[in-house]
């Protein structure tokens, strides 16, 4: 059974920076995606990583700001953060795809097969 753990998360002032982290046990090579839920919305999907890390996708939202990346041999998933605004304030969860191909990422919460309990993400003065 895939375990997946979040790390990272905090406060952080407007503009300001955080790097997550996805620590996977058990088979590492899904793909994996970030997702986030603020309080009373919905769960939302903000970047993917295909398993080769060949194909990678953000959300509008948080292009030019987020980069996601993965280590395999670690079996770690980064999301790196700048830029930070009040509106990326929400729990941030790391999920793993087991059905995409090696090459393929898609981001969706409807893809996702195993998820982590999340890390909390404030953006606050």
């Known amino acids: 059974q895939l375990q997946l753990v979040e790390s990272g998360g905090g406060l952080v002032q407007p503009g300001g920076s955080l790097r997550l982290s996805c ?3 058990g088979f590492t090579y899904y793909a ?3 997702f986030r839920q603020a309080p009373g919305k919905a769960r939302e ?3 993917c990583i295909s398993t080769n890390s060949g194909q990678i996708n953000y959300a509008s939202s948080v292009r030019g700001r987020f980069a996601i990346s ?3 041999a670690k079996k770690m998933v980064y999301l790196q953060m700048d830029s930070l605004k009040y509106e990326d304030t929400a729990v941030y969860f790391c999920a793993a795809d087991r059905h995409s191909l090696f090459n393929r990422c898609v981001l969706s919460v409807l893809n ?3 998820w982590g309990n999340g890390t909390l993400v404030t953006v606050s003065s």
């Open 23 to 25: 620590a996977i046990s």
């Open 32 to 34: 994996i995606g970030w």
């Open 45 to 47: 999907g903000i970047s």
């Open 70 to 72: 993965r280590d395999n």
């Open 112 to 114: 996702m097969d195993f």
